[in-house]
């Protein structure tokens, strides 16, 4: 599948146009049931928050002159060189470049073999987009869970004579949301996403439509509240639906 699926899109571009609202996790007490899942090949990731997290906490950017990601098609790259110029300003991570069609990633950087600052080469490949619909069993069949998470393999090279690095690692990001009956604005009880800055974060909470929730017995109160988004608050992901 070389396109992108347009739900996924819609909800990256939500997590692109959202404002955060700071800490704060659910009052709900949640028992996730898999209801639906499917997967489906990407040509390039849709975001790169995964890979560019794991690189800085390298430190490695401080040697570069830029990123250079190596792509077949830098057209199924648009989205993620969106989201990375929104948040580049707030960030340590250097500007990033499309470098179609290149040679093989060894070779071209043998080309860049120099001492530093020189640019730092980035290849992604395998990646996959798994989505799954959950069910909230304490709510009476009223409220869901819908996440993405992208996979991949990321491969980076800085080229310096004087300071070369290279890693190859496997990636993940995701985005959760949690809503009433049906995702629309007013029924979103929160998004989530990781990583942000290296770890889980929550984008968007909206504790007054989960009081009344609970309160009116359609949501099961949790007995211990969170101070902060943790992986584990993502459902085990269930196997592709037949």
Known sequence: MSRHNPTVLLLILFLLLCP???????LAQHDWKPIWAASFPLGA???LTAELDRLRDENVFKHSTGILWILDR????????LFHERTNTQTAIPRLHFLPNPAPMLELAR????????????KTDQNLLRLALFLDRNSRGTCFQIVAIQEGRCRAILPASDL??????????WISIVFFAVPFPGSIISVSAFPIEGKP????????LVENLVAAGTLTKRSVISEQPKAEDIPPFPKDTK
């Open 201 to 208: 974060e929550v984008l968007w909470n909206d504790p007054s």
């Open 74 to 81: 830098p057209e199924s790259a648009i989205l993620p060189f």
């Open 164 to 173: 070369p690095f290279a890693l190859e690692f496997r990636s993940q990001a």
């Open 45 to 47: 990731p849709l975001v």
């Open 111 to 122: 080309s860049f073999f120099k001492p530093k600052p020189v640019p730092l080469l980035l």
């Open 20 to 26: 955060v609202q700071g800490r704060s996790c659910s």
